[in-house]
């Protein structure tokens, strides 16, 4: 079946430290993928997206490479804030099928200054 | 262009009580979905809404339902309220048309708290 698998949180780093979350899928047909952020007591906001093979998206120093051989869209940063401590979440939408919006489980991020 | 607004940000019922949630999708939007998010379970989707109709459905009881309006403004309601239904439930609308994929905004949820 489709899915999303994300690594396990929590990552806790230090301000300016690289940031790498790992987040690899399953699906048929070609998705497009999302990396989405969730700060406390809010709601997701859209970070960035990738819609086919070798896109990059990034977006406020955040990026991710949609790797089609390798089924993933790792989430890198070179410098983390402490202002980035969020729950990060990876998805995919299916564009043939039935349309569906699949999460991974969430990466909370702690970044300590 | 506004975002997605859910009314109301915060909820408490008690066991038993019904509970409807209220979603408005950003402005031109069609399609409107919803999801519980627990600290056990995740994200966990609910259902999604495209002009008035129901057209996918995750795996919850039936105790959870939903609806959209002409306007695409869509609200969940909840019968019989459960301790576990406590949750943050989020509406995220996009602008895709059948058969086409498209980004999904979030609201910022409203929070229910059951006792």
């Known amino acids: 079946g489709n899915s999303v698998t994300q690594m396990e949180g929590p990552v806790t780093l230090s301000e300016e430290a690289f940031l790498t979350i790992n987040c690899t899928y399953t699906a048929t047909g070609y998705p497009s993928l999302f990396w989405y952020v969730q700060y406390p007591g809010e709601g997701l906001q859209l970070l960035l997206k990738?819609?086919?093979?070798?896109d990059k998206g990034s977006n406020k120093g955040f990026e991710a490479t949609y790797r089609k051989e390798t089924t993933s869209f790792h989430l890198e940063k070179g410098s983390v804030q402490v202002s980035d401590s969020a729950v990060y979440f990876c998805a995919l939408s299916l564009t043939s099928g039935t349309y569906k919006y699949i999460f991974g489980t969430g990466t909370r991020l702690k970044v300590l200054a | 262009k506004a975002g997605v607004t859910q009314t109301p940000r915060y909820l408490i019922k008690t066991r038993g009580q019904q509970v409807t949630l209220s979603c408005s999708p950003i402005s031109g939007h069609r399609s409107v979905s919803w999801y519980q998010q627990t600290p056990g379970q995740g994200l966990q989707f609910l259902f999604e809404?495209?002009?008035?109709?129901?057209?996918n459905k995750g795996n919850f009881p039936g105790r959870f339902s939903g609806r959209q309006f002409s306007n695409s403004r869509s609200e969940m309601n909840v019968s019989t309220l459960e301790l576990g239904d406590s949750a943050l439930y989020l509406c995220?609308?996009?602008?895709?048309?059948?058969?086409?994929?498209?980004?999904?905004?979030f609201g910022p949820g409203t929070r229910l708290t059951v006792l």
């Open positions: 995220a609308s996009s602008g895709r048309d059948r058969g086409a994929a498209d980004t999904q905004y």
């Open positions: 809404y495209f002009s008035e109709t129901q057209r």
């Open positions: 990738a819609t086919k093979a070798d």
